[in-house]
C-alpha cells in the first residue's frame, strides 16, 4: 500500500539549518513533493522532486531523494522565524497518481 | 490573482445538521478535490471530480456528497455531521494535463460540529 511518515516536530534556532525527514513506501511514485502550511491557511506547494533525481536546490531549500531507502528530506538553510509551519511531505502513487500526504512536521524557530 | 477560495472559513452546526461547504476557483482547473484533515494528520482524500466525473475514495463514509455544478464551483455536503466530522477541510485544484500535477488549496474551512 501506500503509506508516508515523518516525525512530528523539530526546534530550531533562528540561522540554522532546518532538515525534515520523510520516508515514502511505494516505490512507483514518480513526483514526490514538500508542502508548506501556515496556521490558518491552506498548503502552499514547496518544491519537488522528480524520482529519477538524487537532489534538487532551490535557493534556500535542498531536498535530497534516496530511492533505495524510500527516504526524502527537506533542507532549509538560514532557518527563519517566518519559515515556522507545519511542512507536509507527499508522494505521487505511481498506481493511482493520487497524492498521499504525510502527517505532517511542526517547525518551531526559536529567536 | 488565479486562487482557490473556500467559504466559509469558519462554519459551525449542530450534531445531525446538514451543512455544505463551498469551493471556487479561478484557475480553470479540471480537476476539483475535497479533503478532511483532523488536528496533527494528514490531509485525507474523500473524493475528486475529473471534469464532471466523480471519483469517490473507497473509505468516504456515505454521509459525504458532492455536487459540481460547473467548472468553477464544487461543494461538499455532510448529510448528518457527526462529533467526529470536526475536521479542517481542505479543497484544491489540478490541471490534470500537467505533469506535475500540482495541486492548488483553499485556505480551507475549519467545521466544528456541537
Known amino acids: 500500500g501506500e503509506d508516508v511518515e515523518q516525525s512530528l516536530f523539530l526546534s530550531v534556532r533562528e540561522g540554522d539549518s532546518s532538515v525534515i525527514n520523510c520516508t515514502y513506501t511505494?516505490?512507483?511514485?514518480?513526483?514526490l513533493y514538500w508542502y508548506k502550511q501556515e496556521p490558518g491557511a491552506g498548503l502552499q506547494l514547496l518544491t519537488y522532486?522528480?524520482?529519477?533525481?538524487d537532489m534538487k536546490q532551490d535557493q534556500r531549500l535542498t531536498v535530497l531523494l534516496n530511492k533505495k531507502d524510500k527516504h526524502l528530506s527537506l533542507r532549509i538553510a538560514d532557518t527563519q522565524t517566518g519559515d515556522s509551519a507545519i511542512y507536509f511531505c507527499a508522494e505521487r502513487g505511481g498506481n493511482t497518481g493520487k497524492l498521499i500526504f504525510g502527517q505532517g512536521t511542526t517547525l518551531q524557530v526559536k529567536p | 490573482d488565479a486562487m482557490v477560495i473556500q467559504n466559509p472559513r469558519y462554519q459551525v452546526t449542530q450534531f445531525g445538521k446538514p451543512v455544505t461547504l463551498s469551493c471556487s476557483q479561478t484557475?480553470?482547473?479540471?480537476?476539483m478535490y475535497w479533503y478532511q484533515q483532523k488536528s496533527s494528520q494528514a490531509p485525507k482524500l474523500l473524493f475528486h471530480y475529473y471534469d464532471k466525473d466523480f471519483n469517490n475514495e473507497a473509505d468516504t463514509p456515505d454521509n459525504f456528497q458532492s455536487r459540481r455544478p460547473n467548472t468553477s464551483f464544487c461543494f461538499l455536503d455532510i448529510r448528518s455531521p457527526g462529533l467526529g466530522d470536526a475536521a479542517m477541510y481542505l479543497c484544491?485544484?489540478?490541471?490534470?494535463?500537467?505533469?506535475?500535477?500540482?495541486?492548488?488549496f483553499g485556505p480551507g474551512t475549519r467545521l466544528t460540529v456541537l
Open positions: 511505494d516505490s512507483s511514485s514518480t513526483y
Open positions: 484557475l480553470n482547473h479540471n480537476v
Open positions: 522532486i522528480f524520482s529519477n533525481m
Open positions: 484544491a485544484t489540478s490541471s490534470r494535463g500537467g505533469v506535475l500535477n500540482e495541486q492548488f
